[in-house]
C-alpha cells in the first residue's frame, strides 16, 4: 500500500514538475488524455450550456406524447471525429438543421473555458460540418515546429499558429506581402526564417535593404542581387521590371496557342511552362520600405516616384512572371506619398507584428480585416515574435515565428549557396563575397560574408 502511495505521489510530482516546466511534454504524456475524458464526459452539458442545441423534432414530440414518454431532450452537434495532436484535441462536429456555424465561432471562449483547454478555435470545413481546434497549452510561448512541414515548391513554413498549426508563406497563392512592426517587434526574426526557408528551393532571392546591408548582407551568398542604397535600389528595380518584361515575352512565344492544345496547357504564366524553358522565380524583399519613399530634395523626389513606380509595376503585374513582392517597415500609409496606398493594394499577405499605435495596425488589416486591428494593438512588448496575419478573405489568425539567429541563417545561407541562379538581368547587383574558408569547415565557425 505504501509503495502504491509513493508511486502516485511521484507521478503527480511529474504532472506538476512537466507542466510547469515543459508544458508540450506534460500534453503528449498525460494532458491529451485528460482533455480527451473532459470532453467526452462534458461534451453534451456544455454544448447545452452554450447555447449550440436544437429542439427535438415534431415527431419525437409527438411520439412521446401518444405513448406518454418524457419529452426528448434537445439535440446537439453530432461529433464526426475527435482527434489528438501534438498541441491539442481536433473535434470535428456536424450541425444539426438550423444551427450554423457562426453560433459554433461565437461560443469559442465559453468552450474554452468549459473544457479547460487553453485556446478554441473554428473554422467551417464545408455546409454543416465544422472542425474545433482546441490548444492544450500556449504554444507560441516556446515556438516548437513541427519535424515535417510537408514542403512544397514556394510554400515555405515560418512560423507556427496559435491553434497549433503551421503557417505558411506560399507565394503562388499569395504573391505579395507586407509586414508592419515597430522596433524590436520580431520582424528581423520572421524576415530571417523567410530567407532560411527560402533558401533550399529553386528561387533567386533579391534584398533591398537601406540600412547599409547590415540586414541582408550577412546572408549575401545565398542572394541573387542586392542593393543597399536606394540609388542601387532604383537601378535594381527597374532592372527586375526588364526582366519581368522578358519573361513575358518568353512565355508569349511559348504559349501553345492551337486548336488542339487544351486550355490547361495554355501558358499565362511561368508555373505553366514546360521545367526545360522556365525561368527561375525571384522573391524581392524589401527592409525598411519608408527609405525608399521618403525625399529631402526635388532629386530625391524624383528618384522615389520611380522607385515606388517600379513597386507598382512589379506588384501589378510580376506574379505570372515568377515575381514576389515581400514588403516590411515600421509604418506604410498614405503619409509615404503618392502611389503607397496603390502598392499597398496588391499586398495581399498581411502580416503586422506589435505596432505602437492603432493607425499603423488600420494601415494592415483595416480595408481586410477589420477585427485583426484590435488584435494588433494588444500584443504585449515582452514577447517579441507574435504577430497577427491575415489575407483578402478577411480571416486572420497570431502567430510567431521560431527564435533563428543571425548566426544560424548565416549557416543556412551558407549551406545553399550552391543554389544561387544567376539571372543575367540582375548580374550587376551580384554580391561580391570572399570564399569561404574550408569547403569542409564546419558550418558554426565565422566566416566573411561580405567583401
Given at each position: 500500500m505504501t509503495g502504491s502511495l509513493v508511486t502516485l505521489l511521484l507521478v503527480v510530482v511529474t504532472a506538476l514538475i512537466l507542466?510547469?516546466?515543459?508544458?508540450?511534454?506534460?500534453?503528449?504524456?498525460?494532458?491529451?488524455?485528460?482533455?480527451?475524458?473532459?470532453?467526452?464526459?462534458?461534451?453534451?452539458?456544455?454544448?447545452?450550456?452554450?447555447?449550440?442545441?436544437?429542439?427535438?423534432?415534431?415527431?419525437r414530440l409527438s411520439l412521446a406524447r401518444m405513448t406518454n414518454r418524457p419529452v426528448p431532450e434537445s439535440r446537439v452537434p453530432r461529433i464526426l471525429r475527435l482527434r489528438p495532436t501534438r498541441t491539442g484535441l481536433v473535434l470535428r462536429i456536424k450541425l444539426r438543421p438550423g444551427q450554423d456555424a457562426f453560433d459554433v465561432a461565437s461560443a469559442t471562449d465559453r468552450l474554452r473555458h468549459s473544457f479547460?483547454?487553453?485556446?478554441?478555435?473554428?473554422?467551417?470545413?464545408?455546409?454543416?460540418?465544422?472542425?474545433?481546434?482546441m490548444t492544450g497549452y500556449d504554444v507560441l510561448r516556446?515556438?516548437?515546429?513541427?519535424?515535417?512541414?510537408?514542403?512544397?515548391?514556394?510554400?515555405?513554413?515560418?512560423?507556427?499558429?496559435?491553434?497549433?498549426?503551421?503557417?505558411?508563406?506560399?507565394?503562388?497563392?499569395?504573391?505579395?506581402?507586407?509586414?508592419?512592426?515597430?522596433?524590436?517587434?520580431?520582424k528581423s526574426v520572421y524576415q530571417r526564417n523567410l530567407v532560411a526557408g527560402l533558401?533550399?528551393?529553386?528561387?533567386?532571392?533579391?534584398?533591398?535593404?537601406?540600412?547599409?546591408?547590415?540586414?541582408?548582407?550577412?546572408?549575401?551568398?545565398?542572394?541573387?542581387?542586392l542593393a543597399d542604397n536606394p540609388d542601387t535600389a532604383l537601378e535594381l528595380l527597374e532592372a527586375l521590371v526588364q526582366h519581368m518584361e522578358d519573361v513575358?515575352?518568353?512565355?508569349?512565344?511559348?504559349?501553345?496557342?492551337?486548336?488542339?492544345?487544351?486550355?490547361?496547357?495554355?501558358?499565362?504564366?511561368?508555373?505553366?511552362l514546360p521545367a526545360d524553358i522556365r525561368p527561375t522565380p525571384v522573391v524581392v524583399l524589401v527592409d525598411e520600405v519608408a527609405e525608399l519613399a521618403l525625399f529631402a530634395t526635388k532629386d530625391e523626389e524624383k528618384r522615389r516616384d520611380r522607385i515606388v513606380t517600379?513597386?507598382?509595376?512589379?506588384?501589378?503585374?510580376?506574379?505570372?512572371?515568377?515575381?514576389?513582392?515581400?514588403?516590411?517597415?515600421?509604418?506604410?500609409?498614405?503619409?509615404?506619398?503618392?502611389?503607397?496606398?496603390?502598392?499597398?493594394?496588391?499586398?495581399?499577405?498581411?502580416?503586422?507584428?506589435?505596432?505602437?499605435?492603432?493607425?499603423?495596425?488600420?494601415?494592415?488589416?483595416?480595408?481586410?480585416?477589420?477585427d485583426a486591428v484590435l488584435a494588433a494593438i494588444q500584443i504585449p512588448t515582452d514577447v517579441?515574435?507574435?504577430?497577427?496575419?491575415?489575407?483578402?478573405?478577411?480571416?486572420?489568425?497570431?502567430?510567431?515565428?521560431?527564435?533563428?539567429?543571425?548566426?544560424?541563417?548565416?549557416?543556412?545561407?551558407?549551406?545553399?549557396?550552391d543554389r544561387t541562379p544567376d539571372v543575367p538581368a540582375l548580374a550587376a547587383f551580384r554580391p561580391a563575397v570572399a570564399p569561404l574558408a574550408s569547403a569542409t569547415a564546419p558550418l558554426t565557425k565565422a566566416a566573411p560574408t561580405t567583401a
Open positions: 507542466r510547469w516546466r515543459r508544458p508540450a511534454w506534460y500534453w503528449m504524456t498525460f494532458g491529451v488524455t485528460l482533455a480527451a475524458l473532459r470532453v467526452a464526459v462534458r461534451y453534451a452539458s456544455v454544448m447545452d450550456a452554450c447555447g449550440l442545441t436544437v429542439p427535438p423534432a415534431r415527431w479547460g483547454m487553453y485556446g478554441v478555435t473554428s473554422r467551417e470545413l464545408r455546409s454543416g460540418i465544422v472542425e474545433l481546434r516556446r515556438v516548437q515546429m513541427p519535424a515535417e512541414t510537408g514542403p512544397a515548391p514556394m510554400r515555405i513554413p515560418v512560423a507556427l499558429r496559435e491553434d497549433g498549426s503551421v503557417h505558411y508563406r506560399d507565394y503562388r497563392a499569395v504573391p505579395h506581402g507586407l509586414t508592419l512592426g515597430a522596433t524590436e517587434s520580431g533558401a533550399a528551393h529553386d528561387v533567386a532571392l533579391v534584398g533591398i535593404d537601406c540600412k547599409q546591408g547590415v540586414e541582408l548582407f550577412p546572408l549575401a551568398r545565398r542572394f541573387s542581387a513575358y515575352q518568353l512565355i508569349r512565344s511559348a504559349q501553345r496557342i492551337t486548336v488542339d492544345v487544351p486550355d490547361a496547357d495554355i501558358a499565362a504564366g511561368i508555373w505553366d517600379a513597386l507598382v509595376r512589379l506588384a501589378q503585374l510580376g506574379r505570372a512572371a515568377g515575381i514576389y513582392l515581400e514588403i516590411c517597415g515600421q509604418r506604410f500609409g498614405s503619409e509615404l506619398g503618392k502611389g503607397i496606398t496603390m502598392l499597398r493594394a496588391q499586398l495581399t499577405g498581411r502580416t503586422a507584428h506589435r505596432v505602437n499605435d492603432e493607425s499603423s495596425a488600420n494601415m494592415a488589416f483595416g480595408d481586410i480585416a477589420p517579441p515574435g507574435i504577430a497577427v496575419s491575415g489575407d483578402s478573405t478577411g480571416g486572420w489568425t497570431r502567430i510567431r515565428a521560431p527564435h533563428t539567429s543571425l548566426r544560424q541563417a548565416v549557416n543556412i545561407c551558407n549551406r545553399h549557396a
